[in-house]
């Protein structure tokens, strides 16, 4: 299967537009994974806080192109109550991909989702998928491709109560 992904991720033209999809707002469901640098994570720890769910992996073209967009993003919200999570599906381990986010200056966590995660995302197969999370737990945006600062900050914006957020 990441086979075919890899494939289907090579021939995909650059800048195509992030997909929106509906997601019914239904419960993000509880998690935990494993940090790149250690520990373990898990949904309770972002109660109340929006979150910026992104899956993607190394070796996948549209994910590597959006990485600078989301580190962006997360630096200009990290006071909004806002966060931003990598959920890497590598099947390298948390090392490379540990050493990727160093090299590539990710900011923001990065953790390993493993299969049965991506299951419960609603069986996550294409990358990159970024949903976006609600203050009470809801999924209320689910983008797939590579998203923008633009693209998030009209997801985020409206969770916020404010017409605008900081983008630069």
Known sequence: MVLGIALLWVTYPKRRPAVRLPTGNVAMPAWQMTGVAGGVVSSTNFAGKILVMNFW?????PCREELPELNAFHHANLTNGVVVIGASVDEGGSETVHRFATR???????????????????????????????????MVARFLGAITRDDLTAAVAPLLGQSAIRNR
């Open 104 to 138: 590539n200056g990710l900011e923001y966590p990065i953790l390993m989702a493993t299969p049965a995660i991506q299951l419960e995302f609603g069986n996550v197969s294409m990358l990159p998928t970024t949903f976006v999370v609600d203050r009470e737990g809801r």
């Open 57 to 61: 992996a190394t070796w996948c073209p």
